[in-house]
């Protein structure tokens, strides 16, 4: 696509027709340093490192075309402009917080302006300069005439884009719809059996009337959409090509005066706010209502686009035109009649809906056809005085005028998004009071759904609660699939997949895993979600294969990404165990921290069933010890506690004798502030006579606490790590931490002064998290040596030594086979995670199964709870971590084998 129209021998730009102006605009070209500093900012700053494979998925999944790898590439290197509607989109769809989101939209709007500009006066200055003998007069004429043209281009831009939000929105709403009539058909057939025949024949009729109106709709909602994109693209094309004709005519204008004058565009219309109205609860008669005024307002911006296209035009007439003052004529009304306005009163009532006629005396070709057809009539000078003569009939017009026929302006106004009209300019002012008033309140309405929906992370499911930071709340993966961030979406797709399916089933019951789902500041699962929910939902798919009952529901519950979201999330899984979702059981449970604690406490009140997966904290189990609290009937885990942990460590440390002495590390809170359990569970490990590990601290006589919170970690592990060079070097450091700073403490063991004395690091199953290639783990100059025992380890489980192999490679078959059109990376095998939710869903699953009282009639939550104290003796669970039961005093996992210790770096002392 051409950037400039190619010159004729003689200089002149050729003219283009309207109906070629979309292709000759083209897109405004980069490879300024503006351009590239916009297509750095994209690459760093907005999309961090996505391919542009992932950036052309994420548009054809919101159905946007013409955004694939090739022009991606070209917008990440500053070699092409990124459209300013697809910037909003680009950051409305990676980034769910609205306060980041206004943020990089600002700055988006900024360098793209800046970015824009440098383009265009790139162009402005290569262009011959257009009208070379026009008139100063003339030249403000055709540059206001084109400023026009850009500002109703713009208003195009963002009009069909509003259509486009309000388009989506609507679709997502009938497909809720339509979705939730599937779901509810097998029911509604079931009660058609106790009904009147008639009137069950009558019930079923209109069920399948309304069910296959939602689908017809959205089909066709689907095609407008499709239709209002395309005009959407050509109004962006020229709105570009509007500001290239501004800056070519306000050159042209300042050189025809000799003067210095600033060629920025006076337009700025990027500063508005992208707005996204939807519509809640909607019925067939408003969906059809929709698609009329929908097909209404395409055609109004259809027909903008065509004017502003005939405006641009106007802009590019002969250079040899010249405007001379004349005489304002208005287009014979209704009545047949046509008005005069003279200079004077033209002034002061300016036409809006008229034509303004301004003639030429130069010498021309034959005008006289021109005359005839038109019912404007030229006004020559007077030769003697100067001064405009009387109006003179056609008959004697002079031959060699011309007529030059300038647009005054487009009098539209657009209403709300969804409801938009051509107005015309002299309604009565009742009239005009009524659209303002009708315009206002649709305003209003508008306004609020899109406040509720951004409320609720820009879906429509009420279980979603937007937060300053994420998105907490429950969703089953029929809402977008990025809500709870980028990296579940691969998980989540398949998921909703899944549901789909296993909704079908009569007296199908739902899971909730529990979790920190979502990355933040204060996050502790260093991006491990990803890996606990692809193993429940492994665990989900085995679950319901075959003919079994009931087929199990998995939802995901984020708890935020330090668990602070954790009473909204709590509530809104109480809801759940009544009505259609017979929720039955929560896994997960979070990690070992007091907002796990509460949840779990607040859960058990409502004598919800709970199984963790990855609680490791002494005492939170059923008995409550944790924190000295009343017990949590209803909660099990499978999870090795602390001091199993470090008792399988101690029995190895006794086996090297020249480990002696330890310094003891300990951070008593997480990054909130409030009590770390996991922490405190290792640092009374510890010390506890019975485990083994007392002596060491004893011998050692260093204690040193830090603080997790943000700012004070590096810090305080920095001066630590120099503080275990002094009078005493132990051999050990007891780490009672987590291992989102371990990384930083064993780089800074590495450069203390007596880093050249070996020392081995002690420390929970939180460790699997860490890169087995650390640096700090593999320096010669530097021993350091690492032990922990994990969760569930792959090399161990993997072991010929494992009499439970069969299992573990069972769960990697199933994990690495098609999910619904989706692939998990084994890698995320490694932390343990995924094995550690597949066998926390599997006791939920095999709990509910065995749970069934009545056939086909869905547990009740009692009976749930009561099985998961039942494995024990010869029924066991046998998951990918190995064969265990649950102890039923405790809810804790039982098994003939101990944990296993881990070692990772540089060979102990021996």
């Known amino acids: 696509m051409a950037e400039h129209q190619p010159e004729q021998a003689d200089g002149a730009r050729r003219r283009v027709p309207p109906q070629e102006a979309d292709r000759s605009a083209g897109k405004l070209a980069g490879n300024t340093p503006e351009a590239e500093a916009l297509g750095e900012w994209l690459k760093s700053k907005v999309t961090k490192g996505r391919s542009t494979r992932d950036l052309e998925e994420l548009f054809l999944k919101k159905k946007m075309k013409g955004h694939g790898r090739n022009q991606w590439s070209l917008y990440l290197k500053g070699e092409k402009l990124i459209s300013s509607w697809a910037l909003e989109v680009l950051i409305d769809s990676l980034y769910p917080t609205e306060d980041v989101r206004r943020i990089l939209k600002g700055e988006g709007r900024k360098l793209l302006r800046a970015a824009e500009q440098a383009s265009l006066t790139r162009d402005a200055a290569r262009t011959p300069r257009p009208g070379a003998e026009a008139t100063p007069l003339e030249l403000q004429l055709r540059l206001d005439e084109a400023r026009k043209g850009q500002i109703a281009a713009q208003k195009s831009v963002w009009d069909l884009t509003a259509l486009l939000w309000l388009t989506t929105g609507v679709i997502a709403e009938l497909q809720q719809r339509y979705d939730a009539l599937k779901r509810e058909r097998p ?42 994109e395309r005009e959407r693209d050509k109004a962006e094309e020229l709105r570009i090509a509007a500001e290239r004709k501004v800056q070519e005519l306000r050159r042209a204008f300042v050189q025809s005066h000799q003067e210095q004058e600033d060629t920025q565009t006076t337009v700025n219309a990027g500063t508005e706010e992208d707005s996204r109205p939807t519509q809640e609860g909607l019925q067939p008669w408003e969906v059809e209502a929709f698609l009329e005024r929908l097909d209404d307002e395409i055609d109004v911006q259809s027909a903008r686009l065509d004017d502003v296209r005939a405006a641009i035009e106007l802009g590019s007439r002969p250079t040899d035109t010249q405007v001379i003052p004349g005489e304002v004529v208005r287009l014979a009304s209704a009545d047949g009649t046509a008005t005069k306005q003279t200079p004077s009163t033209s002034s002061n009532a300016p036409s809006t809906d008229g034509i303004a006629v301004l003639t030429d005396s130069r010498d021309s070709t034959d005008s006289d056809t021109l005359a005839a057809k038109s019912p404007i009539q030229p006004k020559p000078s007077d030769a003697a005085t100067g001064e405009p003569g009387p109006v003179q009939p056609a008959a004697v017009k002079s031959r060699r005028q011309r007529i030059v026929l300038i647009s005054l302006g487009l009098a539209v106004v657009l209403a709300a998004a969804g409801g938009g009209t051509w107005w015309k300019v002299h309604q009565d002012d009742d009239a005009k009071a009524k659209a303002a008033a009708a315009a206002d309140a649709k305003a209003k309405a508008d306004a609020r759904a899109v406040a509720w929906r951004k409320s609720h992370c820009d879906t429509g499911n009420p279980r979603l609660h937007q937060t300053s930071d994420w998105c907490a709340g429950v969703t089953d993966g029929s809402d977008r699939h990025d809500v709870f961030g980028t990296p579940l979406e691969p998980a989540l797709k398949a998921m909703g997949a899944e549901n789909k399916e296993a909704m079908k089933s009569p007296g199908y019951v739902t899971v909730a895993l529990m979790a920190p789902l979502t990355e933040g500041a204060n996050s502790l699962t260093v991006g491990r979600a990803v890996h606990q929910v692809e193993g429940a939902l492994v665990a989900q798919q085995e679950a319901n294969e075959g003919g079994t009952y009931p087929k199990i529901r998995l939802v995901l519950a984020n708890m935020g990404s330090d668990e602070s979201s954790w009473p909204v999330v709590v509530d809104e899984l109480k809801k759940m165990t009544g009505g259609a979702d017979r929720l039955v059981a929560v896994t997960g449970m979070g990690l070992s921290q007091q907002e796990s604690v509460n949840a779990a406490r607040a859960l058990s009140k409502a004598e919800i069933p709970m199984v963790g997966d990855l609680i490791t904290a002494d005492g939170f189990d059923k008995t409550g010890s944790i924190d000295h609290g009343a017990e949590i009937p209803g909660l099990v885990r499978i999870a090795p506690n602390s001091s199993a942990q470090m008792k399988a460590i101690s029995q190895e440390i006794h086996k090297h004798p020249k480990l002696k002495t330890a310094a003891l590390v300990s951070a008593p809170t997480t990054p909130n502030g409030t009590p770390d359990f996991y922490t405190d569970s290792l640092k009374g490990a510890f010390q506890n006579p ?7 601290v004893q011998a050692g006589h260093i204690d040193f606490p830090f603080d997790a919170r943000e700012g004070a970690v590096r810090p305080s592990l920095e001066t630590l790590s120099n503080n275990l060079c002094g009078k005493t070097v132990p051999d050990l450091v007891f780490w009672a931490g987590r291992a989102t700073h371990l990384p930083d403490f064993l780089e800074y063991l590495r450069q203390r002064e007596c880093h050249t004395t070996p020392i081995t690091v002690v420390t929970g199953s939180d460790a699997a998290t860490l890169d087995p290639k650390l640096a700090a783990l593999h320096d010669p100059d530097a021993p350091i040596s690492l032990l922990y025992v994990p969760l569930a380890d792959p090399g161990q489980l993997d072991a010929e030594t494992n009499p439970d192999r069969g299992l573990f490679k069972k769960f990697v078959e199933d994990f690495d086979s098609n999910h619904h059109g989706q692939r998990f990376d084994k890698k995320h095998l490694a932390s343990g995670w995924a094995v550690m939710a597949h066998d926390g869903f599997l006791v939920a699953s095999q709990a509910i199964r065995k749970a069934i009282d009545t056939p086909q009639t869905p547990p009740t939550l009692h009976a749930v709870t009561a099985q998961l104290y039942l494995f024990d003796t010869t029924n066991v669970i046998r998951g990918a971590s190995g064969i265990f039961r649950i102890n039923p005093n405790t809810g804790n996992r039982k098994t003939s084998r101990n944990p296993q210790v881990k070692h990772q770096g540089n060979p102990l002392q021996d």
Do not use: C, K, M, W
């Open 187 to 228: 029911q509604t057939r079931r009660q058609s059996h106790t009904d009147v025949p008639n009137e069950a024949t009558a019930r079923l009729a209109d069920f399948q009337h309304e069910l296959t109106t939602a689908r017809q709709q959205i089909a066709a909602l689907e095609e407008r959409a499709a239709r209002a």
């Open 690 to 696: 019975a485990i083994g590990l007392l002596p060491y």
